[in-house]
C-alpha cells in the first residue's frame, strides 16, 4: 500500500513540475513574440510617441522579472498582452505623425522669426549705454542667457525633426517658446501671438 501511494506521490509530482514546466515554456514563447514584435515596430513608434514606446519597453521589462520572480501566470498574462498593443499603437502611428508635422510646420514657419527679432533687440540693448528704466544688469544678462538657450534648442529642435524624432522636436521648440516668453517678459518686451499660442 505504501509503494502504491508512493508512486502515485511520484506521477502527481512529475505531472505538477511538467505542468509548470510547460507554463513556464510558454510564457517565455509569450514574452519572445512580444520583443519580436516590439523589435520590428519601436523604431518608428519612439520617433512619434516616446511615452508609449517606453511603457512597452517597460512591459516587456515586467513580465521578464514576473517570470524570473516565478509568477509564470502574470508573465504569460503581461507578455501576451503586449502584442496587441504594439499592434494598436503602430495602426494610429501615421496619423499621429500627420498631427506632429502639421504643429512642426506650424511652429518652424514662426519661430527663427521670432528668434531672430528678439536677438536684434537683445544686440541693440548691449550696444547701448544704459539699459531701459527697470531693467538692471542681472536682469539683462539672465535674458541673454535665455536666448542663448533657446538658439540651441531651436537648433537641437531642427536636428531632432531632421532625423524624424518629431515628438522630440516639438519638445524643444516648445521649450524655445517657453525661454524666448521669458527674455521678452524681462525685457519689457511684447510678446507676440506666436508665442502665446
Same mark, same amino acid.
Given at each position: 500500500?505504501?509503494?502504491?501511494?508512493?508512486?502515485?506521490?511520484?506521477?502527481?509530482?512529475?505531472?505538477?513540475?511538467?505542468?509548470?514546466?510547460?507554463?513556464?515554456?510558454? /510564457?517565455?514563447?509569450?514574452?519572445?513574440?512580444?520583443?519580436?514584435?516590439?523589435?520590428?515596430?519601436?523604431?518608428?513608434?519612439?520617433?512619434?510617441?516616446?511615452?508609449?514606446?517606453?511603457?512597452?519597453?517597460?512591459?516587456?521589462? /515586467?513580465?521578464? /522579472?514576473?517570470?524570473?520572480?516565478?509568477?509564470?501566470?502574470?508573465?504569460?498574462?503581461?507578455?501576451?498582452?503586449?502584442?496587441?498593443?504594439?499592434?494598436?499603437?503602430?495602426?494610429?502611428?501615421?496619423?499621429?505623425?500627420?498631427?506632429?508635422?502639421?504643429?512642426?510646420?506650424?511652429?518652424?514657419?514662426?519661430?527663427?522669426?521670432?528668434?531672430?527679432?528678439?536677438?536684434?533687440?537683445?544686440?541693440?540693448?548691449?550696444?547701448?549705454?544704459?539699459?531701459?528704466?527697470?531693467?538692471?544688469? /542681472?536682469?539683462?544678462?539672465?535674458?541673454?542667457?535665455?536666448?542663448?538657450?533657446?538658439?540651441?534648442?531651436?537648433?537641437?529642435?531642427?536636428?531632432?525633426?531632421?532625423?524624424?524624432?518629431?515628438?522630440?522636436?516639438?519638445?524643444?521648440?516648445?521649450?524655445?517658446?517657453?525661454?524666448?516668453?521669458?527674455?521678452?517678459?524681462?525685457?519689457?518686451?511684447?510678446?507676440?501671438?506666436?508665442?502665446?499660442?
Amino acid at each position: 500500500m505504501k509503494k502504491i501511494l508512493g508512486l502515485v506521490l511520484v506521477l502527481v509530482v512529475g505531472l505538477v513540475l511538467a505542468s509548470c514546466g510547460a507554463q513556464k515554456q510558454a /510564457a517565455q514563447t509569450a514574452i519572445t513574440s512580444a520583443e519580436t514584435a516590439w523589435t520590428a515596430a519601436r523604431d518608428n513608434v519612439a520617433k512619434i510617441l516616446p511615452d508609449d514606446a517606453k511603457g512597452i519597453d517597460d512591459a516587456i521589462t /515586467a513580465a521578464k /522579472a514576473s517570470l524570473e520572480e516565478g509568477d509564470v501566470k502574470g508573465a504569460l498574462a503581461a507578455a501576451q498582452a503586449i502584442p496587441g498593443k504594439v499592434s494598436a499603437l503602430t495602426a494610429g502611428l501615421e496619423a499621429k505623425k500627420a498631427e506632429l508635422t502639421t504643429q512642426w510646420t506650424s511652429l518652424s514657419a514662426g519661430l527663427p522669426g521670432v528668434v531672430g527679432e528678439v536677438q536684434k533687440k537683445v544686440d541693440a540693448l548691449a550696444k547701448s549705454k544704459h539699459l531701459p528704466a527697470g531693467i538692471d544688469q /542681472a536682469t539683462f544678462d539672465d535674458a541673454k542667457n535665455s536666448l542663448a538657450q533657446a538658439t540651441q534648442a531651436w537648433t537641437d529642435a531642427q536636428s531632432a525633426q531632421a532625423s524624424g524624432n518629431l515628438a522630440e522636436a516639438l519638445a524643444k521648440a516648445s521649450s524655445v517658446k517657453e525661454l524666448l516668453v521669458r527674455v521678452m517678459t524681462a525685457l519689457k518686451l511684447p510678446v507676440p501671438a506666436a508665442l502665446q499660442a
